[in-house]
């Protein structure tokens, strides 16, 4: 799939992964447009100012996007909070939904008539290996990823026939700007696998020119998908000594955090 002068809108193109992916695109010759609060670092993308986790600026840009009729749409900005559930503050919890799940979908309505008209597009979501196995301690986080797959799979059963492509990919952890401070900690504690950002953003970008469905990074992580669908109490018993260790982390004055990107 050639990508030359292909239009294509990126959302998180900062961020660890988005830098690394909106260089792919740039390289490929792609027309490549990154919505974000900082300005790009590739050179060659334009910038679509917004805070995506503000609700009027969502509605402003998705009017400029509307009319700019990108031919691939990547929802890559997210956010998470690491910590008791009951500490995230409410103001984190409400901007957390808007960034993670509201924007994706404002968006998704936004570039979905002229991909109708046209006969073709792809929508990209990139959601979490914590949307389909809900993790403790990453409560709204999870919830807002499993709320993005299952918006993949409904456009996906909306959309059959209509030549727009649903690509729903789900990293695992990534050694980027989301995973530091308590998050590494984290990491390390429970001894997950973490891959480097080049190399999560190399795997989105070939699910995208591949037109894959649904991308699960990680071995053992396709498998405890699977478990947790298929058998959650396994899952609950597998988890419940690490929940208890990152409780005593938590406990041991590691704050719980938010991440943005």
Known sequence: ??????????????????????????????????????????????????????????????????????????????SQFFGQFEDQATSDVHRSYIL????PTILAQAVV?????RGSGQIVNVGSIFGSINYPHFVTYSVA??????????????LKGSGIQLT?????AVDSGLNRGGVAKFVE???????????????????????ERDVYIGVPERFFVWMNAMSPGVVDFGLAQQTRDVRNLLNSGINGEPDHV
């Open 113 to 117: 008539p002229a991909m109708k008209e």
């Open 189 to 211: 504690l429970t001894k997950m696998a973490a891959d480097p950002a080049d190399v999560v953003a190399q795997r989105i970008f070939r699910a995208i020119r591949k037109k």
């Open 168 to 172: 729903y990919v789900a990293p695992r």
């Open 1 to 78: 799939m050639s990508l030359e002068n292909t239009r294509v809108l990126l959302t998180g193109g900062t961020g660890g992964i988005g830098n690394y992916l909106a260089k792919a695109f740039a390289d490929a010759g792609a027309d490549l447009q990154v919505i974000g609060r900082s300005v790009p670092q590739t050179r060659g993308a334009g910038h679509m100012p917004a805070d995506l986790s503000s609700i009027s600026d969502i509605e402003r840009v998705a009017k400029l996007v509307a009319e700019w009729e990108p031919e691939i749409l990547i929802n890559l900005a997210g």
């Open 145 to 158: 990823k499993a709320g993005l797959r299952a918006l993949t799979q409904s456009l996906r059963r909306e």
């Open 100 to 103: 993670n799940l509201v924007a």
